[in-house]
C-alpha cells in the first residue's frame, strides 16, 4: 500500500507503513511553508504486499494479495497519476545539491577565489554556481535511485551552468554500492539506474546525511588558509549537517501551488537548490559544518527558496503570476524579488506564531533576485 499525500497537486507516495510520514509531510509544508494545513489530505493507494506474515495475519488491514510488479503496478500508478493531474493539475528531491553547492562555496570562500570578497559575499551569477561543481568529485556511499537521481541533479547543474554535455558533467558524481565502486567493469550486472555513472580527511571535508548525527570535536584548523592542514592545537563542535528535505519540498510545492504551476522542472529543482545553498554561510560552514540555514528559521529559508521557485515556473510558462505580484518585465523576466513580499503575505501562521521577517539576507544574493 502507498499513502498519498496531496495539496491541491502535491503528490508523494509512501508505503503503508511509511502513512505517519505522509502526516509528518503535511505537517512540514505546515510548520516551514506556510501552507494551511485545511487544505492538506493523505490518501492511500494498495498495492497489496509480498510480506507472508503480514497476508497470514488476520488484523492486517491491507489488501491481502502479492504487490503488484510491473506493467500492472506501472498502469495503475499511471491512472491514477492521470486522473489527479485532470482533478488538480498544479503538481510538484535539491537538498542535497544545496549541501554540495553551500559547501563549495564555502571552500571557494576559504581560498580567496574570485566571484568571493572578504566580507563574505558568494558567487554572483547562477552559472558561478556550476564552475563550482565542474571539475570536483562528489562521492556517494549508497547507489539507490534516490542518490543516483541527486547525482543526475547535480550533473544536470554542472551541464546547465557551464555548457558541458550531460556525460561530461556526470563525470562528477562516483556512487560506492554494496559490492563496492560503480564502474564500466560491473556493466553488465549494474542496475539501470546506475549504468549513467558506471564509465567513471583531517576533518577536510564538508558532510551532509540524511539521518542526524549528535555534534563531535574536531581539531581546529588554521582560519583562511585551505591548504594548511595542521590543526591548531584547539578543538571545535562540528554540527553534521542533515540533508533533510524538509529545507526544500515544502517550499517548492507551495510555490507550485501559488502559481498554479502545470508541472516541475528540472531547472526549478535546481533553483530551489541554488537558493538554499545560497543562504549558507561561508564562514560557520568552515568552522561547524553547517551547510544550511539553523532550522528555527525555516519558514525565513522557505519564503527565500518559494520566491526564486516562483519567478523561475513563471518565466518558464509553466506557473501563472499570482494576482497582484507587480512583475517587472525585461532584464530576464520575472525575478525573485518581485514575488518575496507576495510569500510572506501567503504564509499560514499558528496561534502566537511569529511571522517570518521581511528582509532575508542571505550570504549570496542570485542575479536572480
Not at 498544479?90 to 563549495?104: E, F, S
Not at 571535508?205 to 542526524?212: K, N
Request: with cysteine.
Amino acid at each position: 500500500m502507498a499513502a498519498l499525500n496531496t495539496i491541491e497537486g502535491k503528490i508523494t507516495l509512501y508505503t503503508i507503513a511509511g502513512m505517519g510520514i505522509s502526516e509528518g509531510k503535511i505537517t512540514l509544508y505546515t510548520i516551514a511553508a506556510g501552507v494551511d494545513p485545511s487544505v492538506c489530505l493523505p490518501v492511500c493507494l494498495d498495492m497489496g504486499t509480498n510480506n507472508k506474515r503480514l497476508l497470514e495475519d488476520p488484523q492486517y488491514q491491507g489488501l491481502k494479495r502479492e504487490r503488484a510488479t510491473g506493467a500492472e503496478f506501472d498502469s495503475l500508478i499511471a491512472e491514477f497519476m492521470d486522473a489527479l493531474s485532470q482533478w488538480q493539475p498544479h503538481g510538484t528531491a535539491a537538498i542535497t545539491l544545496a549541501a554540495i553547492l553551500a559547501a563549495l562555496r564555502a571552500i571557494d570562500y576559504e581560498k580567496g577565489n574570485s566571484g568571493v570578497d572578504e566580507a563574505g559575499k558568494q558567487m554572483d551569477s547562477d552559472e558561478a554556481l556550476g564552475q563550482l561543481l565542474a571539475g570536483k568529485q562528489v562521492l556517494f556511499l549508497g547507489a539507490g535511485e534516490a542518490g543516483t537521481g541527486i547525482g543526475e541533479l547535480i550533473a544536470y547543474c554542472v551541464h546547465r551552468r557551464t555548457g558541458c554535455s550531460m556525460q561530461e558533467a556526470r563525470k562528477t558524481c562516483h556512487f560506492v554500492d554494496s559490492k563496492g565502486l560503480v564502474c564500466a567493469s560491473r556493466m553488465a550486472d549494474l542496475q539501470h539506474h546506475k549504468q549513467a555513472f558506471a564509465p567513471h580527511t583531517e576533518g577536510r571535508v564538508l558532510f551532509a546525511s540524511g539521518s542526524p548525527f549528535d555534534p563531535i570535536s574536531a581539531p581546529s584548523q588554521p582560519a583562511g588558509n585551505a591548504s594548511q592542514l595542521t590543526p591548531t592545537g584547539d578543538s571545535i563542535l562540528v554540527r553534521p549537517a542533515q540533508a533533510n528535505n524538509a529545507y526544500v519540498f515544502p517550499a517548492l510545492g507551495h510555490a507550485a501551488v501559488l502559481t498554479r504551476c502545470s508541472s516541475i522542472s528540472d531547472e526549478a529543482f535546481l533553483v530551489s537548490a541554488e537558493a538554499l545553498a545560497a543562504m549558507a554561510d561561508p564562514k560557520m560552514v568552515l568552522r561547524e559544518g553547517a551547510l544550511f540555514p539553523p532550522f528555527s528559521k525555516i519558514k525565513d529559508t522557505s519564503c527565500y527558496v518559494m520566491a526564486h521557485v516562483m519567478a523561475c515556473m513563471v518565466r518558464e510558462g509553466r506557473g501563472l503570476c499570482p494576482e497582484g505580484v507587480p512583475v517587472q518585465q525585461g532584464h530576464g523576466g520575472a525575478k525573485a524579488s518581485d514575488f518575496l513580499p507576495y510569500c510572506l503575505a501567503q504564509m499560514w501562521l499558528g496561534p502566537g506564531e511569529k511571522a517570518p521577517e521581511t528582509a532575508i539576507e542571505p550570504s549570496h544574493r542570485s542575479s536572480r533576485l
